[in-house]
């Protein structure tokens, strides 16, 4: 049986930004988990207490979402990249294994490629940036106007319920399953002034009509950390041949494919995403004790 450590929910001052964070347990190295597009760190909330028996856990919502600020600003790939090194700065945190879901997965990609030395692995979760292809229904989203009239809709009461339900279809591969939990966060933060002007933000910063135009699928055999690329093989949004695409290119890569099911693993399937991320975690704590142990050696 697997046990859970209490989280706790904190905030604290980055770059001016108060965001907000949720944390469990004490052992380094830490685990920084990184949600995507239109969500929070809610997301988490189904895997974070059990990850937390062996390591500390660090769930952020990002700038523009959940319980954290909504600045007027572009949500830029540039901008959220360095939002999560100062976040790690400013905590004092040296070395992280990053956990990053769709957004999250490319801006935890793109730290690692330009900070290496700060990610003792990385954990690549049906992420964004792997081929120009998703589903139409985001890419649609980034057209002028029809992006701002979604917004309008989504912002009054049925339209936060439609939005909810609409999500719950597209990310999940059995909707009828979904936690009220979840539908319950979708529909509170579609209310929140700034939300779904940041989400879209960030969707078009990623998007255009055509799919995804940052693609960073070349630069994987930089990645010299060990590397696992977990997706639901149902997956609506982002097809799960980009996982064994870009496993392929890595140095030290791992795949997980969890089966009956979609875009959100640590939601739709806590049991098998934790059970599959310990097992890496076990991996890189023994690779991280060799190197301890040969470093060691070399200086005896």
């Given at each position: 049986?697997?046990?859970?450590?209490?989280?706790?929910?904190?905030?604290?001052?980055?770059?001016?930004?108060?965001?907000?964070?949720?944390?469990?347990?004490?052992?380094?190295?830490?685990?920084?988990?990184?949600?995507?597009?239109?969500?929070?760190?809610?997301?988490?909330?189904?895997?974070?207490?059990?990850?937390?028996?062996?390591?500390?856990?660090?769930?952020?919502?990002?700038?523009?979402?959940?319980?954290?600020?909504?600045?007027?600003?572009?949500?830029?790939?540039?901008?959220?990249?360095?939002?999560?090194?100062?976040?790690?700065?400013?905590?004092?945190?040296?070395?992280?294994?990053?956990?990053?879901?769709?957004?999250?997965?490319?801006?935890?990609?793109?730290?690692?490629?330009?900070?290496?030395?700060?990610?003792?692995?990385?954990?690549?979760?049906?992420?964004?940036?792997?081929?120009?292809?998703?589903?139409?229904?985001?890419?649609?989203?980034?057209?002028?106007?029809?992006?701002?009239?979604?917004?309008?809709?989504?912002?009054?009461?049925?339209?936060?319920?439609?939005?909810?339900?609409?999500?719950?279809l597209l990310l999940f591969?059995?909707?009828?399953?979904?936690?009220?939990?979840?539908?319950?966060?979708?529909?509170?933060?579609?209310?929140?002034?700034?939300?779904?002007?940041?989400?879209?933000?960030?969707?078009?910063?990623?998007?255009?009509?055509?799919?995804?135009?940052?693609?960073?699928?070349?630069?994987?055999?930089?990645?010299?950390?060990?590397?696992?690329?977990?997706?639901?093989?149902?997956?609506?949004?982002?097809?799960?041949?980009?996982?064994?695409?870009?496993?392929s290119r890595l140095k030290?890569?791992?795949?997980?494919?969890?089966?009956?099911?979609?875009?959100?693993?640590?939601?739709?399937?806590?049991?098998?995403?934790?059970?599959?991320?310990?097992?890496?975690?076990?991996?890189?704590?023994?690779s991280m004790n060799l190197?301890?142990?040969?470093?060691?050696?070399?200086?005896?």
């Amino acid at each position: 049986m697997i046990t859970e450590t209490a989280t706790e929910e904190k905030y604290i001052d980055v770059g001016g930004l108060n965001i907000h964070y949720q944390t469990a347990g004490n052992n380094d190295p830490p685990l920084v988990l990184l949600h995507g597009v239109g969500e929070s760190a809610i997301d988490w909330s189904w895997v974070l207490p059990k990850l937390a028996t062996n390591h500390r856990v660090l769930a952020i919502d990002l700038p523009g979402c959940g319980e954290s600020d909504k600045p007027q600003r572009d949500y830029s790939l540039d901008f959220l990249t360095q939002f999560l090194a100062d976040f790690l700065k400013t905590l004092e945190i040296q070395r992280a294994v990053l956990v990053g879901n769709s957004l999250g997965g490319i801006i935890a990609l793109r730290l690692a490629l330009s900070k290496p030395e700060q990610v003792a692995a990385l954990v690549l979760v049906d992420s964004m940036g792997f081929s120009n292809i998703v589903n139409p229904i985001l890419s649609n989203l980034t057209l002028p106007v029809y992006g701002e009239l979604a917004i309008a809709w989504c912002r009054t009461p049925l339209g936060a319920t439609q939005r909810a339900w609409s999500r719950a279809l597209l990310l999940f591969n059995q909707p009828v399953k979904v936690p009220p939990q979840w539908i319950a966060e979708q529909e509170r933060m579609a209310k929140i002034p700034g939300f779904l002007e940041a989400g879209l933000s960030s969707l078009r910063a990623q998007l255009n009509l055509f799919g995804q135009h940052q693609i960073i699928l070349d630069l994987l055999p930089q990645l010299q950390m060990p590397t696992l690329i977990m997706w639901g093989i149902n997956d609506l949004v982002l097809p799960n041949n980009q996982a064994q695409n870009a496993v392929s290119r890595l140095k030290q890569g791992h795949l997980a494919l969890i089966p009956n099911c979609g875009h959100i693993p640590q939601v739709e399937c806590p049991e098998l995403f934790t059970t599959e991320l310990k097992k890496f975690l076990v991996l890189v704590n023994e690779s991280m004790n060799l190197s301890h142990a040969e470093a060691q050696r070399l200086r005896e």
